[in-house]
């Protein structure tokens, strides 16, 4: 089996697995509630700016952090949302877990 067919394999995988089938029902779940649906949009963009200031090595403002926290501390008083939140993390967990196995097979060769 050459490399390439043991990542479409992978991917085949990973479609199949129970991580992917939660998160992306319950992505159809928070999609058909639209309210809801604006406040994860709202915390993703929050999340998503308080990582670009971390990536350019600054630190997140107070303001940014207290908003991320508002919003996060909202959403996980509603169980639709803090199912969600719990799927997206355990799929997203699986990923870098991925990632983590494929970079140390191949960390001799990058450093």
Do not use: W
């Not at 394999?9 to 992917?20: D, G, N, T, V």
């Not at 969600?84 to 970079?103: A, H, Q, V």
């Amino acid at each position: 089996m050459n490399v390439y067919d043991t990542v479409n394999q992978l991917a085949k995988e990973i479609k199949a697995s129970e991580e992917y089938s939660e998160y992306q029902k319950m992505k159809e779940v928070v999609k058909q509630n639209i309210e809801l649906k604006k406040k994860i949009d709202d915390f993703e963009k929050a999340r998503y700016e308080t990582q670009i200031s971390t990536m350019k090595g600054e630190e997140p403002t107070k303001e940014q952090v207290e908003n991320l926290q508002k919003i996060y501390l909202e959403l996980i008083q509603n169980d639709i949302t803090k199912k969600y939140l719990d799927t997206e993390l355990k799929f997203n967990t699986m990923l870098s877990d991925i990632n983590k196995i494929l970079g140390e097979a191949v960390q001799d060769i990058i450093q």
